[in-house]
Structure formats: C-alpha cells, structure tokens
C-alpha cells in the first residue's frame, strides 16, 4: 500500500485514469520588468495664505517712507513722508490695502505735517515661476488739508508719493516656489513597500503642476493640482531620474475636495510568492487536524492565459487505519484571480485533472478538498492591508512645516479596483482617496483637552 501512495504522489496518477498530463506548464522565464503603465491623475491641493500673511508680505514690500522733491513757486521744495499703519480688505475679486501716511512738506510758510490716505486696490495672480505678483493695480494718494491741496494743484507733490508708491508695487512679490518644490520633492521621492519578504516601492512621477482660480475670503485662497503618474513596482522598478519642477500651469477651472488617484500595481510572480511567505510559518503551511504534521510548502504561482497557477509541494506522514505513509508530491491549482473587499482572491482555484485524480485516490486518507480550501486560504492577499503603509507614508511623508507655511495631506480610502493576470506578472489597480491643504501661515494646534477626572 506505501509504495502504491508513494507512486501516486510522484505523478503516475494518469496512468491509472487513462489520462495524459494535464499540468498548465510554467511559461517561459521573460526578461523585464513588470509593467505598471499608469494613467495620470491629480492631487489637489487647496493652498490657503490667511490675511495676516498677505499684510505681513505687503508690509514688507510697501515702502514704510520716502523722501523727494518738486517744484513750487519757482523753487524745489522738499518732502518726506512715512506710513504708520495699513490694513488689507478685498473687494470685487482684488486685494485692497489701506494705510496711514504722514508727510512733511517744505511749504514757504514753514515745514508742515500733512495727513495723507493710500487706498490700493489689486489683482494676486501667480506666475509660470510660482510668484506671487500684482496687477491691474489701482493707487490713490489723497490729502483733505487744504494746504497739501494747494501743492498739489500746483505741482503733483501726491503725484510724486503716488509714483513712488506704484514703482514698489511693481516689484512685490511672493515666492511660492521653496514650499511648491519642497512638495515636489517628496512626492517624485519612491517609497519602500516591503511586504514580507517581497519588495515594493511606489512611485508618484509628477507631470505638472497646475493652478485654478483665486479666490479672496478671509485670505487668499487656490486649488493646486500636481498631476502625477502613480505607481507600485514588485520588485521595485528601476527609478526614473528625477524631474525638475514644472512650470506652473494657470486653468480655467480644478476640481476641488477630496481627490482619488488610480494607483496600478504590478507584480511579477516571483515576487507574489515571496509576498505569499506572509500565509507560511516558517515557509510552511499546516493545515490538516486531522494529520498536524501534514504541510504545504514551496508556493509557486504562475500565469496560464487568464489564469493564475498555484503549484504547492505537499510533504508529511500519514496515517489512517492500515495506511501509514509518507506524502511527497506537488499539488497544482488552477483559477482566475479576482479582487473581493479588497483581498487578492483566487475563489474558483480548483485542482487540475490529474491532480483531482491523485485527490481522489487519497480519499481515504485524506480530505482532498481539505487541501484546495487551504490553498485558496494562502494565496489570499490582503491588498487593503498591505497598502495600509502607503496610506500612512503618504500622509506622513508629503506632510511637512517649514519657517514659511507647512503642508497637510491625508489618505482616506484604499480600494481595489481591479486585477489582470499577464504573462510574466500581475496588474492590480487601487483607487487612493485623500485631501491636502497648504497654508500659509502653518495654523496652531488646537489645545489639548484636559484629561475629564473621574473623581
């Protein structure tokens, strides 16, 4: 009876069933990589630069005081002037900045202190190079003294300030680029997947940037989009050199909110079954009560058209009634992958022909449907599980604070979305669904909440 069992086991059992070898055999080993071909997508980010930013930047580029001259009754007469305050407002889709100036005018009576209202009225826009700049500005330098009036009607002396005022204007800007780059840079950085003793990384190569429309509430707020072509290699893809940061792109119109990025993983099989290792203790899988020191080992998993092979080598003594043997032999299954709450499943896997055959021989040893349930057990993938860590790497390592603003981003959902089955490896696509925001200036912390006391 051993060496009958044995015989069975080492693959005769189509002799006895009149049927020739059935196994899907292994395809030929293809040089490459596994091919992630992603589609691009867009992570939004909602920038936000609060009011106080905005009049400390204005506050530092608009002259705080000035001096100069002009002609008055056949003489130059001097004037100096100095801000003492300002305010920022929004009106009609543009900035307004009101400020309080002192001047001091060398009239002939005498020198004389004059008050002076600077109202601006202007248009933020950022440029192609990430700077912030204004235009289409509107400048008032206006005076009720009477005297000042007087100069003014003779010889432009608010014209002078006003001119003065519009030059610095000119040159205001606001340099969006070290925290856009700073983004840029973490997000075309790979990250480290390991899962188990496979390897991944996930590559989010970007694209471009682009920019929507502004819009003026408490602060300046836009949409920025860096359109990125995502990926997850096993193994890990040699990594493209990294690019520069694009030119800003200014578009009609972004969709704002939570973003979702279509994510393609591919898998070589060579690495799917290092990542099945997960399923094995030791590389070993013991699944029978009935016999414990039964076990699966040596997974290998392969393609057969649409199909995924899974070749288990089954080992252990046996013993039931009069039969006492050892089994030595390899198991093959075949079924179509699918994805079910976001596991990697094979839920047809069935046993081939001949391989049923050797089942069936064993039946009174053996539960052969004990073995098919447990293969289909350790060939399950969480694939939600295991991207778990690229949910926390991307909302831990694109979230950063610099002495400027800081950058929030948050994944929320992870959802496979589909599985294809090619000749050297395996493609599964994963919706990310998060949100980010950056702000200018970083917001504070919301205090902590004290401990409720249960005394």
Not at 408 to 425: F, L, R
């Amino acid at each position: 009876m051993r060496q009958i069992l044995v015989w069975v086991v080492l693959g005769a059992a189509g002799c006895g069933s009149g049927l020739s070898a059935l196994y899907p055999s292994r395809p030929p080993a293809t040089p490459g990589q596994a091919l992630a071909d992603p589609a691009p997508s867009r992570v939004v980010v909602h920038a936000t630069v609060s009011t106080a930013a905005l009049r400390k930047a204005l506050d530092e580029q608009i002259p705080k005081n000035g001096a100069g001259s002009f002609p008055l009754l056949g003489s130059e007469r001097r004037y100096l002037w100095q801000r003492v305050s300002l305010a920022v407002s929004y009106l009609q889709g543009r900035i307004g900045v009101q400020a309080q100036v002192f001047a001091r005018v060398d009239l002939p009576l005498g020198e004389t202190q004059f008050p002076i209202e600077l109202k601006i009225l202007a248009e933020p826009v950022v440029t192609s190079d990430y700077v912030a700049r204004l235009q289409s500005m509107q400048v008032e330098v206006t005076s009720s003294d009477a005297r000042l009036k007087f100069a003014q009607s003779l010889a432009g002396a608010l014209d002078k300030i006003k001119e003065q005022i519009e030059e610095k204007l000119r040159e205001f800007q606001f340099d969006l680029k070290p925290m856009i780059g700073e983004a840029h840079n973490r997000i075309a950085r790979p990250i480290d997947l390991p899962l188990g003793d496979a390897h991944g990384c996930a590559e989010l190569r970007v694209l471009g940037v682009e920019a929507g429309p502004t819009v003026l509430a408490d602060g300046v707020e836009k949409d920025l989009a860096i359109v990125i072509a995502p990926s997850v290699t096993l193994p890990c893809a040699a990594p493209a050199a990294p690019a520069r940061l694009p030119k800003l792109a200014n578009v009609a119109a972004l969709p704002s909110g939570p973003f979702t990025v279509s994510v393609p993983i591919a898998a070589r099989y060579e690495e799917l079954q290092r990542a099945m290792s997960l399923a094995f203790t030791d590389g070993k899988l013991f699944f029978s009560k009935e016999f414990p020191q039964l076990y699966l080992e040596k997974p290998e998993v392969y393609a057969s058209k649409d199909q995924l092979v899974l070749k288990l080598h089954i080992y252990g003594p046996v013993a039931k009634g009069a039969i006492k043997t050892t089994l030595d032999g390899d198991l093959y299954m075949i079924g179509h992958p699918t994805v079910i709450d976001n596991e990697l499943r094979v839920p047809d896997l069935e046993p081939t022909i001949e391989t049923s055959s050797f089942l069936l021989r064993l039946k009174a040893a053996l539960d052969g449907d004990s073995i098919r349930d447990q293969a289909r057990q350790a060939l399950r993938l969480d694939i939600g599980e295991r991207l778990a860590q690229v949910r926390a790497k991307l909302s831990s390592d694109l979230s950063f604070a610099d002495g400027q603003g800081c950058l929030q981003a948050t994944v929320s959902k992870i959802e496979v979305t589909g599985v294809h089955a090619h000749a050297s490896y395996l493609r599964l696509y994963v919706a990310l669904t998060g949100q980010a925001s950056v702000y200018l200036p970083c917001p504070e912390p919301p205090p902590a909440v004290p401990p409720v006391s249960t005394r």
